[in-house]
């Protein structure tokens, strides 16, 4: 089995400024993948980042970077250069033997 | 265009019926699956689907139905039996690996509301 946990539900950052998003999780498998997926207002769910567990290096995607930390099970999301476009909910999510499991997710509001 | 379509965007449906959402896929994608998500719930995972013809159950099964007769087609039937069906529902597809989780891509959504 498997479970994500988002502690903070909603966050704020200032336009330019640099967030992070916290996730931890818990699993059972050898074999698995984490991902970050934001859902802006529209309700569209879009790929932020995604991690193979397996690679010790941290992915990285433009402004969008991530703290993977195996042994603490957690899965950081770091947003550098914040813009109003990121203003969305983002879900943390573990993958193994084709699932995904979310968290319940973050409200993050991204001020002018 | 590449992509996940899923009809209606917006359905209502008086208590008592069987409502079916559709989830077509052109991205030649094995795996589909269909996600609830509810204010403060997260996305909850209620089928998925390897390969044509099979199926699973996921967490939240009970009162929904799936058939998948074509690999690009996944549709969803909300029975009378689902006790809280007012929700939003998510469609996603992806490729199947060896070992792992392929990243999986979502269509546009279908609010359902009981009248």
């Known amino acids: 089995a498997q479970t994500v946990t988002q502690s903070q539900p909603e966050m704020s950052v200032q336009e330019a400024e640099t967030v992070t998003l916290s996730c931890t999780y818990d699993?059972?498998?050898?074999?698995?993948?984490l991902f970050w997926y934001k859902q802006p207002p529209s309700r569209q769910m879009i790929l932020v980042i995604r991690?193979?567990?397996?690679?010790?290096q941290n992915a990285t995607e433009n402004r969008f970077s991530v703290n993977f930390q195996k042994a603490a099970k957690s899965f950081s999301l770091k947003i550098s250069d914040s813009q109003l476009g990121d203003t969305a909910m983002y879900f943390c999510?573990?993958?193994?033997?084709?699932?995904?499991?979310f968290g319940k997710g973050i409200t993050l509001s991204v001020r002018p | 265009d590449g992509g996940i379509t899923q009809s209606p965007k917006y359905l209502f449906r008086k208590e008592g019926q069987n409502v079916t959402l559709s989830c077509e896929q052109n991205?030649?994608?094995?795996?589909m699956y269909w996600y609830r998500q509810d204010p403060g719930q997260g996305l909850r995972l209620i089928y998925y689907?390897?390969?044509?013809?099979?199926?699973q159950k996921g967490d939240i099964a009970e009162g929904y139905s799936v058939s998948r007769e074509k690999k690009e087609s996944f549709p969803l039937t909300v029975t009378s039996a689902q006790k809280n069906p007012t929700a939003f529902y998510l469609c996603?597809?992806?490729?199947?690996?060896?070992?792992?989780?392929?990243?999986?891509?979502f269509g546009p959504g279908t609010r359902l509301t009981v009248l």
């Open positions: 699993t059972s498998e050898s074999n698995y993948y």
């Open positions: 991690q193979e567990a397996y690679k010790q």
């Open positions: 996603a597809s992806s490729r199947v690996l060896g070992v792992g989780t392929d990243t999986q891509y």
């Open positions: 999510a573990t993958g193994a033997n084709s699932k995904l499991t």
């Open positions: 991205l030649n994608h094995d795996a």
């Open positions: 689907s390897q390969i044509v013809n099979d199926f």
